[in-house]
């Protein structure tokens, strides 16, 4: 059932992003707004080809086009991937194209108006490690995001890997982010008694935005103490008293968190 409600708690965080960017559209000279986030199963349902990959080649091809109900011009580019690993969508191939599209430079949505948090896009870097969730295009062996087309930004379709992250590497689950940070939690304050129907768990996979490099994405966690005497709390009450730890999982494994 905690599973369940953290599933239903991400999803209402992202229809309540949806509403505050367009909000943020209509009012105001400074534009910011809350971007959607998608989890890895999320994001592997949503694609008919995911796996972990290197640019051997990043060029621009030549193609416009629009994003986010055609306010935004774009400029195409295609990189040529090296594939490390098939994770859904075999059989294993050596090298795919990937094609996708970035926000035309100087763009503004609002002329004068400065976007704090612009469009998160894909930014791959020639011999870099990625995860792809991809969906295959009409032409043989060449592959599009996953989320292009459904919103702006379509960043989290890529995943930049970490140093230590092996090439084989899987996503961690929903389910196995939340035990992993469960068990770092227990291992370095066992004492700590949680309110397990109010744990929250956020992935954070932003792809980049203004050109800068993409960062790799990570589960971030969050826990609350069980009410003194172990009388149960209502959820209000519990989130009222803020969090008694926020545990960090990385995508090579690493944990670390703000620890009582």
């Given at each position: 059932?905690r599973?369940?409600?953290?599933?239903?708690?991400?999803?209402?965080?992202?229809?309540?992003?949806?509403?505050?960017?367009?909000?943020?559209?209509?009012?105001?000279?400074?534009?910011?707004?809350?971007?959607?986030?998608?989890?890895?199963?999320?994001?592997?349902e949503?694609s008919?080809?995911?796996c972990?990959?290197?640019?051997?080649?990043?060029?621009?091809?030549?193609?416009?086009?629009?994003?986010?109900?055609?306010?935004?011009p774009?400029?195409?580019?295609?990189?040529?991937?090296?594939?490390?690993?098939?994770?859904?969508?075999?059989?294993?191939?050596?090298?795919?194209?990937?094609?996708?599209?970035?926000?035309?430079?100087?763009?503004?949505?609002?002329?004068?108006?400065?976007?704090?948090?612009?469009?998160?896009?894909?930014?791959?870097?020639?011999?870099?490690?990625?995860?792809?969730?991809?969906?295959?295009?009409?032409?043989?062996?060449?592959?599009?995001?996953?989320?292009?087309?459904?919103?702006?930004?379509?960043?989290?379709?890529?995943?930049?890997?970490?140093e230590?992250?092996?090439?084989?590497?899987?996503?961690f689950?929903?389910?196995?982010?939340?035990?992993?940070?469960?068990?770092?939690?227990k291992?370095?304050?066992?004492?700590?008694?949680?309110?397990?129907?109010?744990?929250?768990?956020?992935?954070?996979s932003?792809g980049c935005?203004?050109?800068?490099?993409?960062?790799?994405?990570?589960?971030?966690?969050?826990?609350?103490?069980?009410?003194?005497?172990?009388?149960?709390?209502?959820?209000?009450?519990?989130?009222?008293?803020?969090?008694?730890?926020?545990?960090?999982?990385?995508?090579?494994?690493?944990?670390?968190?703000?620890?009582?």
């Amino acid at each position: 059932m905690r599973l369940a409600t953290l599933e239903q708690q991400m999803r209402f965080a992202r229809k309540l992003g949806l509403l505050l960017a367009v909000l943020a559209l209509l009012t105001g000279e400074c534009i910011a707004r809350v971007v959607g986030m998608w989890t890895p199963e999320e994001l592997t349902e949503k694609s008919s080809f995911v796996c972990n990959g290197t640019p051997t080649e990043v060029v621009t091809n030549g193609e416009t086009g629009t994003k986010g109900h055609a306010l935004f011009p774009t400029v195409g580019y295609s990189a040529k991937i090296r594939v490390l690993k098939v994770l859904k969508g075999g059989p294993t191939i050596a090298t795919i194209t990937l094609r996708y599209f970035h926000i035309a430079s100087g763009f503004q949505l609002v002329p004068g108006a400065v976007m704090q948090d612009g469009p998160r896009e894909i930014c791959l870097e020639q011999g870099r490690r990625y995860r792809l969730y991809l969906r295959r295009s009409e032409e043989q062996q060449v592959y599009v995001p996953c989320l292009m087309g459904a919103s702006i930004d379509d960043g989290s379709s890529a995943e930049a890997f970490a140093e230590g992250q092996a090439d084989d590497s899987k996503p961690f689950t929903l389910g196995e982010a939340v035990k992993m940070a469960e068990d770092y939690l227990k291992k370095n304050r066992p004492d700590t008694a949680i309110e397990s129907s109010a744990t929250f768990a956020q992935y954070w996979s932003e792809g980049c935005w203004d050109a800068k490099p993409m960062s790799p994405p990570y589960w971030e966690v969050t826990f609350y103490r069980k009410a003194p005497g172990g009388v149960p709390s209502t959820y209000i009450e519990t989130i009222k008293k803020g969090p008694v730890a926020v545990i960090r999982l990385e995508n090579d494994g690493k944990l670390s968190g703000q620890l009582p």
